[in-house]
């Protein structure tokens, strides 16, 4: 598995546990939302920064795509 995918893997875990979701509500919301997508394309900047953010992060993203 390549490095992007382990980090997409690690966010949706966190995410998961940070918003009190199973695997499968976690998936709809990134499939719904493109999360998985800007995840991999953002792997430089975000593996680099904490859970918090990361978390924090998503959630922005998601209620931009929401807004758009």
């Known amino acids: 598995m390549s490095k992007e995918v382990n980090f997409l893997i690690f966010c949706i875990e966190e995410y998961k546990s940070a918003k009190n979701l199973t695997g499968k509500q976690v ?18 900047a975000l593996h680099t920064t904490g859970t918090s953010y ?10 931009a795509r929401k807004a758009s």
């Open 27 to 44: 998936i709809r919301l990134f499939q719904k939302y493109r999360v998985s997508e800007y995840i991999i394309s953002c792997f430089e």
């Open 54 to 63: 990361i978390i924090d992060d998503i959630d922005l993203y998601i209620e």
